[in-house]
């Protein structure tokens, strides 16, 4: 038979490639930790740049956080904004630049603690941007303290012995939240540690781009990704956990979207 | 000559940022310089120049919205007073740091905290010695008359623009709030995108494909690379005050005493100078327009002139220390001042000159 | 029958051994190699590359973008 003639040679061939790496992550290695989502979400979003052909019109605002450097690996146009402050910075360069693509990459610790008015406001407002916010339940950059969203009973370095509700108060669905504002026009929960959650994740982030484009309003994407450092654990290990702590709390799916136009 | 208008002092910020074709002001209300808002909105700037208008949740928030537009090249600006100026600090930190050029108006009042909405003079370290964290300045201009709250607006941004760093109007809640004409200039038009991009190369007006990406940041991790870039911005700072001050004098020219204020004290000065030459004591006035650069050659000058100076003041004396380090024990330097929002009177301030200096 | 068959090409320097991409493989096509990159890690690898369809999910998964994936239809 043909197929048992078949070489690795044969098979690995330019007009034969079916997946490789966006052109718009410059060649920078991540500093993330191994088994991190950030990088796929940094690369998800660069593909849909890619795929709108926008990077023209493309303007990122990374946050304080272990992201804080994602303009080292995102090629287009990006600001560095204070700590929870990039929905205020994504406001400014939105009003006085319409036609751009604007978004914000922020993880919970800078959307959710010290960024939730400017997070709350820009949502209610109704600023046509893309908020994309990366909640593993934990401060990875200082060094795994506690979160917002960190889980009741969760360990970080700030709650050794457990989240504890009465003291700490509850961890926040601050995507819940902000889907009850009319300024926002999509608000989606995703996940990026299987293959069809990062299949969904690209179309999420195609759909903000969409009804940004469509002057919609804002559109909200929580990824609720891994920290294997901050949660002591092996990557694969980290998002069995995911799966079995933090998608019952932060379950994943739709909260709100608009009507086809 | 142009247009004459009668108009407070935060209204003329207003309009003169309308004519200069300002692409945007950010800001939050507070007593007293929430005309400044009010005066935009119902100017409705979208409609006269295309200028956008928005009122944010907080200071904080709208100068980081100043933020992000600065970086785009947009000319655009904030106002605020006293504690709100505070709320801004961390804003303007990241600004300076980012080098990124804007216009921010502090319409000071009393402090600390609540303090009065009277008008002060109290900013003055906030202003002039850096306000937030790391080592950085703003370049500040001290109107003293609603002409110049107009005029600054151009000069201020023409300062930002060419140096890339934020500039301060300091006035203060007299200034905001008293009525004089106003002399109004001719509208100019805002700079499109592509004059943007040619102008500006720096901003972020979206990756094209003949040039590498621009970032904004205001973070290097790199100790060496964090220290030249410090010593870059202090050798900014070295050319704006070589190249920059601006200062007026009243009757120096023969002056035994000087009196340095500005603002509204500089206004009861020039009135504390007329009483003081009725009295035969041959006194001047140095009226510094930038608070930084601070005219420190100009005061080491005239200290070999006069026989003392007194700074007066709105504070409980801030830029008396300024003026004892210009002129570095050369001369006899005291301070006089009010608080809590009260303006000096022509008379105190004689009497606490010759109280001072001539003895009696 | 028209078959498909794949392989991937791992860059092994830039990969972490984050061995995410091992469960991600409906075929158990990859392994993390005995051998270390140059910053120590035991990096990606195909094990079993006849079972490789190409179907792009452990490219999907990788944190580090350093997988591509090569697929071909093949005719019996």
């Known amino acids: 038979m043909a197929e048992q003639q078949i070489t690795s040679e044969d098979i690995i061939q330019e007009e034969n490639l079916v997946f490789d790496r966006t052109s718009l992550l410059t060649d920078n290695v991540f500093h993330y930790c191994p088994g991190c989502g950030h990088g796929v979400v940094h690369r998800v979003l660069m593909e849909i740049i890619e795929e709108l052909d926008v990077q023209d019109k493309a303007i990122g605002i990374a946050p304080v956080g272990c992201s804080v450097l994602a303009y080292n690996y995102m090629d287009i146009d990006m600001q560095e904004a204070a700590h929870g402050r990039a929905p205020a910075l994504a406001t400014g360069i939105k009003r006085t630049m319409p036609d751009k693509y604007v978004f914000t990459y922020q993880g919970d610790g800078d959307l959710a603690a010290i960024g939730t008015a400017e997070t709350i406001h820009a949502c209610n407002r109704g600023e046509n941007i893309a908020i994309i916010f990366i909640n593993n339940g934990i401060y990875g950059m200082t060094g795994g303290q506690m979160a917002p969203t960190t889980l009741e009973k969760m360990k970080s370095s700030t709650t050794p012995y457990g989240r504890n509700i009465q003291q700490m108060g509850n961890p926040l669905k601050i995507t819940e939240l902000v889907a009850q504002l009319p300024g926002t026009c999509y608000v989606t929960r995703q996940v990026v540690h299987t293959p069809a959650g990062v299949r969904k994740t690209k179309r999420a982030i195609r759909n903000a781009f969409k009804y940004q484009q469509e002057e919609r309003g804002l559109s909200f994407i929580e990824v609720v990704s891994n920290c294997n450092s901050g949660w002591k654990m092996s990557p694969n290990q980290a998002n069995k956990w995911l799966e079995e702590n933090m998608l019952p709390y932060y379950p994943t799916g739709d909260l709100k979207k608009p009507e086809d136009k | ?257 000087l009196l340095i204020a500005y603002g509204t004290t500089s206004r009861i000065c020039e009135k504390v100078v007329q009483l003081a030459r009725e009295e035969g004591i041959k006194l001047g006035l140095l009226r510094p327009i930038t608070l930084f650069p601070f005219p420190k050659k100009r005061l080491d000058e005239l200290s070999g002139q006069v026989k003392g100076m007194l700074s007066v003041e709105m504070s409980a004396g801030q830029m008396v220390e300024d003026v004892r380090l210009a002129v570095n024990g050369k001369v006899q330097v005291e301070y006089y001042g009010r608080m809590g929002g009260i303006i000096p009177s022509a008379e105190e301030i004689v009497d606490a000159l010759k109280q001072k200096f001539i003895g009696g | 029958m028209a078959k498909v068959t794949g392989r991937i090409v791992v860059d092994t320097e830039r990969c972490k051994g984050c061995a995410v991409c091992v469960p991600s493989c409906p075929f158990d096509v990859i392994a993390l190699a005995d051998e270390v990159n140059s910053k120590g890690f035991h990096y990606a690898y195909m094990k079993n590359p006849e079972a490789c369809t190409g179907c792009t999910n452990c490219a999907l998964v990788c944190p580090d973008a350093v997988i591509k994936v090569f697929r071909k239809k093949v005719t019996a």
């Open chain 2, 1 to 257: 000559m142009g247009e004459l208008k009668l108009m407070k002092g935060n209204e003329a910020i207003a309009e003169a940022a309308i004519r200069e074709g300002a692409d945007g002001y950010f800001g939050y209300p507070i007593t007293p310089q929430s005309e400044v808002i009010e005066y935009f909105a119902a100017q409705q700037p979208e409609e006269r120049t295309g200028m956008v208008l928005l009122q944010a949740e907080s200071e904080i928030a709208a100068i980081n919205m100043i933020y992000g537009a600065a970086g785009a090249g947009k000319k655009v600006m904030t106002s605020s007073s006293s504690p709100g100026i505070s709320l801004k600090q961390e804003g303007l930190t990241y600004i300076a740091g980012a080098e990124l050029p804007c216009l921010i108006l502090n319409v000071v009042r009393g402090g600390p905290g609540l303090g009065t909405i009277q008008p002060s003079q109290s900013d003055y370290f906030q202003a002039v010695k850096g306000g937030g964290h790391g080592d950085y300045h703003l370049i500040v201009l001290a109107p003293s008359s609603v002409q110049e709250m107009y005029d600054f607006v151009e000069t201020g941004f023409d300062l930002a623009f060419k140096y890339r760093n934020p500039t301060m109007i300091l006035s203060d809640g007299a200034i905001g709030q008293m009525m004089e004409k106003v002399e109004i200039g001719e509208q100019k038009p805002r700079m499109t995108e592509q004059e943007i991009r040619e102008k500006y190369p720096w901003a972020t007006t979206g990756k094209t494909k003949d040039r590498e990406r621009n970032v904004i940041t205001s973070l290097e991790l790199d100790s060496s690379k964090m220290e030249k870039f410090n010593r870059k911005l202090i050798d900014k700072y070295r050319e704006i005050e070589e190249k920059e001050v601006r200062y007026e004098e009243i009757q120096v020219e023969d002056a035994e005493y």
